[in-house]
């Protein structure tokens, strides 16, 4: 992109929708690390995260100290919290999977996992091979030159799932994506979209075609929580990403969210984000 275009991009882009340029800004991010540094990370979706320079160690529930190397890809899996440490400096590039991007017809869940070879670990990075290395450089290009659109993301996310169905062997493809195809990771994934858009319990279990009981049990189990302190929780995010990232009038998000009054939601936000919904907007630059 030369300098002109580049301007009148600029331009555009400013006149656009800057919420939505923000919200990709969260669906893709660049890391980088100093030797010794630890970078803690908590996915709220399955992300993929490409180590294009250096060396880290990984530490997860299911996983301890597992080295990754320079020119690898791993999958970060949802709701856990990740512990990396660089063993030198590290440039990362960390991408959202969007799950309603599939790899292709022929690589569906239950496909991928009759593929799995047997006591194959249970996390397993790929090597990125020559299409996977330049499909990250034109994307961590694009994203340097502010390129945040949302449906351009999700082409490059679409790009990449034909990238590995047409360079890489379907056992590879198997192990790789493997912490996405066991139940209780399908579980979690159907609790994460489903939770905040459901009004009870009863019909968040009716919806996964089981009993009140069990899916009290299994939600303990998986979440290590109950429904309604996951719930609060993830209320509580998406509040603050309303405040942070977008204009809409304070009394607008109490309404969405069912607040009584503002002055109910004024008193949530300080019980749980510490400040008042005017002071958290106050400090954020974007909203400024």
Request: aromatic share 10%; with cysteine.
């Amino acid at each position: 992109m030369d300098t002109r275009e580049r301007n009148r991009y600029q331009s555009e882009r400013q006149k656009g929708n800057s919420s939505q340029h923000k919200e990709t800004e969260t669906q893709v991010k660049i890391t980088k690390n100093q030797k010794g540094g630890i970078f803690e990370h908590d996915p709220e979706e399955q992300e993929i995260a490409f180590l294009c320079k250096g060396r880290v160690k990984l530490s997860f529930t299911k996983e301890k100290d597992e080295i990754v190397e320079e020119g690898k890809m791993m999958l970060l899996p949802l709701g856990e919290h990740l512990i990396l440490e660089a063993l030198e400096d590290t440039y990362m590039c960390i991408c959202k999977l969007n799950p309603e991007v599939a790899i292709c017809e022929s690589l569906r869940i239950e496909v991928l996992c009759k593929s799995i070879p047997r006591g194959e670990k249970p996390f397993k990075p790929l090597v990125m091979k020559e299409p996977i290395i330049r499909f990250l450089d034109s994307l961590i290009l694009c994203i340097q030159d502010k390129l945040m659109c949302t449906h351009f993301f999700q082409m490059k996310m679409s790009e990449l799932m034909f990238l590995l169905r047409a360079y890489y062997p379907k056992e590879e493809i198997a192990t790789f994506f493997f912490p996405l195809l066991g139940g209780d990771m399908v579980f979690r994934s159907y609790v994460y979209k489903n939770a905040t858009a459901i009004s009870s319990v009863k019909e968040l279990a009716a919806k996964a075609n089981m009993s009140e009981r069990g899916f009290l049990k299994r939600f303990k189990r998986v979440m290590d929580c109950t429904p309604a302190d996951f719930i609060n929780a993830q209320k509580t995010k998406q509040i603050q990403k309303e405040l942070l990232y977008t204009h809409l009038p304070i009394k607008e998000i109490s309404d969405k969210y069912g607040f009584s009054s503002v002055q109910a939601f004024t008193t949530f936000c300080k019980n749980k984000l510490k400040k008042t919904p005017a002071r958290i907007r106050k400090e954020n630059c974007f909203s400024e």
